[in-house]
């Protein structure tokens, strides 16, 4: 009764695209054809306006009436349009853009890839990092660091102290002695000979290196922490800067000579973040014949 409804026809995606296409290239050539005409009879009326009319005659531009200067203008955007029309658009098309994002897409990737992989890496570093933190903490306990500030947290220079405190001196000799330090080997080599009554612990890069009968030296801080003796009670980080600043997320306790003036110095204290420690002591030391610097002995206690 009813006739079969005819099919609509249908046009697939790509001749759609190249439909675009051509409708585009035409557009462009429309507006490249017009643009040349203007161009003809602008130039021509640009000329006659200014030679044969003599308008604006004794204007002239690098020698040249301003007419020919308009015209030789025009002319170059004529040129970059023609160029941009038969030129950039026949090499610079979809396909090109197309080939361009491809790569960059597969750049961007490999970028993130790398940086998935190297987030990994500093993860699995970090989680080692605090097992071994913990691990060494349990084991070390009651971990003292002691050393002598400047205002600027200056230590020293040229491996030697940039003052001398009687008090400061006996104090140091009074907490560490009988006890376990350790020290990086310019520390050590700061020493007339070894500081009697204390088993030293030597960090030292440096194979077979030498020290005397008694003297212990390691590689590294946690090697130095394995050789501290089981009946140690309170062993002492007493420097360099180097080592100062590696052995402080295992020290429980600070015992800090701060110096109230600014030194010149080539080695300095790394920077406290004073929201982890608790001060437990603060003395004040004023000037005398034996001090030529105010100074404070200040204790902190980690929270």
Same mark, same amino acid.
């Given at each position: ?26 557009? #462009?050539?429309?507006?490249?054809? !017009?643009?040349?005409?203007? *161009? ?17 005659? @004794? ?40 080939? #361009? ?16 992989? #190297?987030?990994?890496?500093? +993860? /699995?570093?970090?989680?080692?990092? #605090? ?8 084991? /070390?306990? $009651?971990?003292?660091?002691?050393? !002598? ?37 310019? @520390? *050590? ?9 204390? @088993? ?7 194979? $077979? ?15 130095? *922490? ?38 010149? !110095? +080539?080695?300095? %204290? ?11 002591? $603060?003395? %004040? ?9 105010? *100074? ?8």
């Amino acid at each position: 009764m009813f006739g079969k409804k005819k099919a609509t026809p249908k046009i697939d995606q790509e001749q759609l695209e190249l439909i675009k296409k051509a409708q585009k290239r035409i557009t #462009q050539k429309k507006r490249l054809y !017009a643009h040349f005409v203007t *161009f003809l009879i602008g130039a021509v009326f640009l000329l006659a306006f200014n030679l044969v009319l003599k308008f604006g005659a @004794t204007v002239t531009v690098l020698g040249l009436d301003w007419s020919v200067i308009a015209v030789i203008v025009w002319l170059f955007f004529l040129i970059y349009h023609f160029a941009s029309v038969f030129i950039l658009n026949k090499f610079l098309d979809k396909a090109w853009e197309n080939k #361009q994002l491809e790569k960059l897409v597969a750049l961007q990737k490999e970028r993130v890839e790398k940086l998935r992989t #190297q987030l990994e890496k500093e +993860d /699995i570093h970090i989680a080692e990092s #605090q097992l071994l933190n913990k691990s060494l903490k349990k084991t /070390i306990p $009651n971990l003292t660091l002691i050393v !002598a500030v400047g205002e600027a947290n200056e230590i020293g220079k040229n491996n030697d102290l940039i003052w001398h405190l009687r008090d400061d001196l006996k104090r140091f000799k009074a907490l560490t002695s009988g006890h376990c330090i350790i020290m990086g080997r310019k @520390t *050590f080599e700061s020493f007339p000979k070894p500081l009697p009554n204390r @088993t030293h612990i030597v960090i030292s890069r440096q194979k $077979n290196y030498e020290v005397p009968e008694g003297v212990i030296t390691v590689n590294s801080l946690e090697e130095a *922490f394995s050789k501290i003796p089981a009946s140690e009670t309170q062993p002492f980080i007493i420097g360099g800067g180097e080592i100062y600043k590696q052995a402080l997320p295992f020290v429980e306790k600070l015992e800090i000579t701060k110096v109230h003036a600014n030194f010149d !110095a +080539d080695t300095f %204290f790394p920077e406290l973040n004073l929201s982890e420690w608790k001060e437990t002591n $603060n003395t %004040f030391h004023t000037t005398d014949d034996n001090h030529k610097h105010e *100074f404070s002995f200040v204790t902190y206690e980690r929270l």
